[in-house]
């Protein structure tokens, strides 16, 4: 009988510090929720404990959200074994960042190349580039001239290999700017893909 009720005050208690630990403890975090999560990366993992998911420095030194596949990439033939982990770059399928103090946003294909590149110069002037297997074939955006800078106001649509552009030419004129259209065809048929 003496154990019963030795074992049982000890529930008892066990029971009571329970509860005023959980009332302490919530009472005090209410007031006062953590303030700052120190990390230097963050990772989503799949059932199977893949990183599917990174938010971090990659290693091209870019911070990143970054997501990668279900389905691992290996390395080509003959380059060792698979490449793993979304802090390599040709793993990302879609990432999201900062280069340089310059916003990105990158999407790739299974093969690791990159397909379609969206981001803000040095000046803030947006660009996007859409590729293929082959390389660009699509660039949208402001073009920077031989020596870049904030005034650089020219834009185009242009389709490559160099076949087509449509875009706008920006000049300064007595203290005024002006912009003129522009446009250029190719007649004569471009090899594809370019050698």
């Given at each position: 009988m003496k154990n019963i009720v030795i074992v049982a005050a000890a529930m008892l208690a066990g029971f009571l510090g329970g509860i005023l630990g959980t009332q302490l403890t919530g009472a005090s975090r209410q007031g006062h929720p953590d303030q700052v999560i120190r990390a230097r990366s963050f990772e989503l993992v799949d059932e199977a404990g893949r990183a599917i998911s990174f938010w971090g420095v990659d290693n091209e030194n870019n911070a990143v959200l970054a997501f990668g596949s279900h389905r691992p990439r290996l390395a080509p033939a003959g380059r060792g074994g698979p490449r793993l982990g979304l802090s390599e770059l040709r793993n990302q399928r879609a990432s999201i960042g900062v280069i340089?103090?310059?916003?990105?946003?990158?999407?790739?294909?299974?093969?690791?190349?990159?397909?379609?590149?969206?981001?803000?110069?040095?000046?803030?002037?947006?660009?996007?580039?859409?590729?293929?297997?082959?390389?660009?074939?699509i660039s949208l955006g402001t073009e920077q001239s031989d020596t870049p800078g904030p005034q650089d106001n020219d834009w185009s649509l242009a389709f490559y290999p160099e076949?087509?552009?449509?875009?706008?030419?920006?000049?300064?004129?007595?203290?005024?700017?002006?912009?003129?259209?522009?446009?250029?065809?190719?007649?004569?048929?471009?090899r594809y893909p370019p050698e």
């Open positions: 340089d103090d310059s916003p990105f946003l990158m999407l790739r294909g299974a093969d690791g190349r990159t397909r379609v590149r969206m981001y803000l110069s040095d000046f803030g002037k947006p660009f996007l580039l859409m590729e293929d297997e082959t390389g660009p074939r076949v087509a552009r449509i875009g706008l030419h920006a000049e300064k004129a007595r203290g005024q700017t002006y912009v003129q259209g522009g446009m250029f065809i190719r007649k004569d048929k471009v």
